[in-house]
T-cell receptor
Framework: KAGVTQTPRYLIKTRGQQVTLSCSPISGHRSVSWYQQTPGQGLQFLFEYFSETQRNKGNFPGRFSGRQFSNSRSEMNVSTLELGDSALYLC?????????????FGPGTRLTVL | KQEVTQIPAALSVPEGENLVLNCSFTDSAIYNLQWFRQDPGKGLTSLLLIQSSQREQTSGRLNASLDKSSGRSTLYIAASQPGDSATYLCAAATDKLIFGTGTRLQVFP
C-alpha cells in the first residue's frame, strides 16, 4: 500500500505570493491533518479535514486555508506569504477522525519564502 | 492547555548502549501517546502508539510505557545502533496531536 504523498517536495516563493500544497492520503484513509514544523515553534497543528469538511483548526491566521476533495486528497493554501511561513509542512492521514487513530505522515513540503 | 516536554533535548552515546527518552504532558485527558522518529529533512515515521488504557507497547528493540496519572511516557531503546540516530518526537493525542520538541539522538560506532 502506498504511503502518504505530498507535492511538491520543495518550493521557493517570495513575500506576498500565495502557494498551494497537495497531500494524497493512504488509500482508504478519510482523515487528513496538516502540521507546520519550524525550528522555533516545532510541530504545530494547522487543521484536520474529514469527509470534505474542516473538523478542527489550529491557531493560525486566516491566510492559511485548506480543502479536501471527494477522493480524500487535500490541499492547503497560504496567501500573502510572509518570511515566517518558511517551514516544513507535513500532512498526516488516518482511517478515521481524530488523533486516537494512528497517524501516518508524508515526507513533507519544504517551503522557503524569500 | 496541553503542553508536552521532552528530556533530554540531545543525546550522544556509543553504539550498544540502552537508552531512555522521556516525555511528559500536562493534561492526562489524552486518547493515546504516540512516538515518532524523524530523520533530517524528512517526514515522521510512526514508532509506537500507546492507547490511554494501555501501560506499554513493544516493537523490536523499542519499548514505550505510559503513566497517565503522572503525565509521563518513556521510550526505551535497547542495544542502540548508529542507524537509530534521528530525532525522536512524542505526541499526546487529544482532538489533535500535541508534539514535544524532540530528543536529537546520535549513536556513534
Amino acid at each position: 500500500k502506498a504511503g502518504v504523498t505530498q507535492t511538491p517536495r520543495y518550493l521557493i516563493k517570495t513575500r506576498g505570493q500565495q502557494v498551494t500544497l497537495s497531500c494524497s492520503p493512504i488509500s482508504g484513509h478519510r482523515s487528513v491533518s496538516w502540521y507546520q514544523q519550524t525550528p522555533g515553534q516545532g510541530l504545530q497543528f494547522l487543521f484536520e479535514y474529514f469527509s470534505e469538511t474542516q473538523r478542527n483548526k489550529g491557531n493560525f491566521p486566516g491566510r492559511f486555508s485548506g480543502r479536501q476533495f471527494s477522493n480524500s486528497r487535500s490541499e492547503m493554501n497560504v496567501s500573502t506569504l510572509e518570511l515566517g511561513d518558511s517551514a516544513l509542512y507535513l500532512c498526516a492521514s488516518s482511517f478515521q477522525r481524530k488523533s486516537y487513530n494512528e497517524q501516518f505522515f508524508g515526507p513533507g513540503t519544504r517551503l522557503t519564502v524569500l | 492547555k496541553q503542553e508536552v516536554t521532552q528530556i533530554p533535548a540531545a543525546l550522544s552515546v556509543p553504539e550498544g548502549e540502552n537508552l531512555v527518552l522521556n516525555c511528559s504532558f500536562t493534561d492526562s485527558a489524552i486518547y493515546n501517546l504516540q512516538w515518532f522518529r524523524q530523520d533530517p529533512g524528512k517526514g515522521l515515521t510512526s514508532l509506537l502508539l500507546i492507547q490511554s488504557s494501555q501501560r506499554e507497547q513493544t516493537s523490536g528493540r523499542l519499548n514505550a510505557s505510559l503513566d497517565k496519572s503522572s503525565g509521563r511516557s518513556t521510550l526505551y531503546i535497547a542495544a542502540s545502533q548508529p542507524g537509530d540516530s534521528a530525532t525522536y518526537l512524542c505526541a499526546a493525542a487529544t482532538d489533535k496531536l500535541i508534539f514535544g520538541t524532540g530528543t536529537r539522538l546520535q549513536v556513534f560506532p
